[in-house]
């Protein structure tokens, strides 16, 4: 079984297109790195990426990218509607198969360290890389943007933890850091009032004292006029897909609404399946490394 | 995606480890094959491999194996619990990846023209490679088993489909065929009463009217004195496991019986469970060989 790490790096482009080819090109010239996906948006100005490869081979397809970032991307000359403070905005690794989290904190900082002395780009740990708790949260780092960096930079609070308290000129300052795989998953509701939405939203997520590792609100989803409670999870591991299912279901049946369907966006690693089959299915000593065929594949 | 087939031989040798070990450097000289597991019950006098590969791959170390198992076993001195009819004596070919059964079909016959016109040995197809209904089951090919055979290939019915109506003098005669998947999914009750489980058996498998491709009956498992149902899933794509799951819930409830844990034995492949999970959490619209980020990686 290889060691895999996700990394899913955030660019400050979405529109001129040799851009993004440059940077898809950069993704896929690192032996033993497959560029899944990546996706732009105009409007947002901002493309995200996302590879999966060995430790090594992973963090040099992240510098790679963050020097071909900084080489064509100019922040002095950036509009768009997503919040930004680099020409590589965001650069978390995320341990799939046969690496800790430890792994990825290791390596959020061998990739730092050589973005800053070989780049010149100030680097902020955040996430489970943070240096300190205030620093966890990339909107936190993020506040002021790329015009407030120079400023927020002067504030002993917010040294970044490589380099100067100098931003690149054009590149910015850049986040990078090691976070627990997300799952985008959404759970529609049988009922068109987003106020019952917003309510289940409420009590499964953190930071209003539900989940651990669950964010959540309501949405309207007008074209089939039902209401859904939208979630990330951001830990399946700790807490997975069927809990917080379950929990939906618990608390939707206090109205009278049931459950019509769910969807899962973009990616999710395997096991964020095969446990809720796990618990569906009361699999009793079922290890899915030794189990599951495909494992001895990869 | 890579095509990959399954291959799970049955060999008629359980007790002599130089044989074993043999077979085993054998399974791993083919470049792409992986032999994932392999296991040798000294009773059977049987040895059971787990090999998954190219197309091409796969079917080589098929032949390999079957040249290897030629040249060391001879069936005139095997005495074992296990029924048998050859030196090698059974082996299938499983779609797993970007493979379909008509793929598989044709690489069995490709084997098995390759095993009757180099080895000397009578082949059978089997399964879904039969060339007739009353071959697709293994039992009623083996039926007479070694000591039988030389006198049921007498018999106009009973002509190999490759080579003559005589077997080979200590490699005896070989079923080759395509199948589906198998896993072996085992549910425990809530009772000690064994005609419980039986019962439900009954109704669950195909033989007796119940799901196709299912097989299935009754077992005690004294240490925990509870009654299980033991199920061989042989098509879990058409016949999943979350559908024989509810099954046995629904018809266990009528004598006040609760499922009270389930076991995989050995291998499944991963959709077997993704399928189950979509089906609990009432995933809309998912597409596991684009979702799942390990299916990127095969």
């Known amino acids: 079984m290889a060691k895999l790490i996700e ?41 995200v990426f996302t590879m999966v490869g060995s430790p090594e081979g992973i963090g040099e397809a992240a510098f790679r990218l963050a020097k071909k970032a900084a080489e064509t991307i100019d922040l002095t000359k950036h509009t768009g509607e997503h919040p930004r403070m680099g020409a590589v905005d965001v ?36 996430e489970e890389s943070a240096s300190a708790p205030e620093r ?18 002067k504030d002993p609070k917010w040294q970044p933890d490589y380099g100067k308290a100098e931003i690149h000129p054009t590149a910015g300052v850049v986040a990078i850091g090691a976070r627990a795989p997300l799952v985008a998953f959404n759970i529609n509701l049988s ?8 309510n289940i939203a409420k009590i499964i997520r953190e930071s209003s004292g539900g989940l651990k590792y669950v964010k959540s609100i309501g949405v309207m ?47 999710t690693p395997m096991n964020a399946l095969v446990d809720s089959a796990e618990y569906y299915l009361k699999l ?9 065929l495909e494992n001895h594949l990869l």
């Open 136 to 153: 966890k949260n990339l909107a936190a780092i993020r506040k002021g943007q790329f015009e407030g960096m120079p400023e927020k930079l």
């Open 221 to 267: 989803l007008e074209d089939r006029n039902i209401a859904q409670v939208s979630i990330n999870m951001c830990n399946y591991v700790k807490t997975p897909l069927y809990r917080v299912f379950e929990l939906v279901r618990a608390e939707a049946a206090r109205y009278g609404v049931q459950i019509i369907g769910s969807e899962i966006i973009g990616l």
């Open 7 to 47: 990394c899913i790096p955030n660019f400050s482009e979405g529109r001129r297109s040799e851009v993004i080819e440059a940077l898809v090109s950069e993704a896929q010239s690192v032996p033993g790195v497959i560029l899944l996906d990546h996706s732009s948006d105009e409007s947002h100005n901002r493309s």
């Open 191 to 198: 009922t068109s009032d987003i106020q019952i939405a917003n």
């Open 284 to 292: 009793e000593n079922f290890d899915s490394k030794v189990q599951v």
């Open 91 to 126: 650069v978390p690794f995320v341990p799939i198969q046969d690496v800790t989290m430890e792994d990825c904190i290791t390596l959020s900082k061998q990739v730092a360290e050589r973005v800053n002395s070989e780049l010149g780009i100030p680097v902020f740990l955040y």
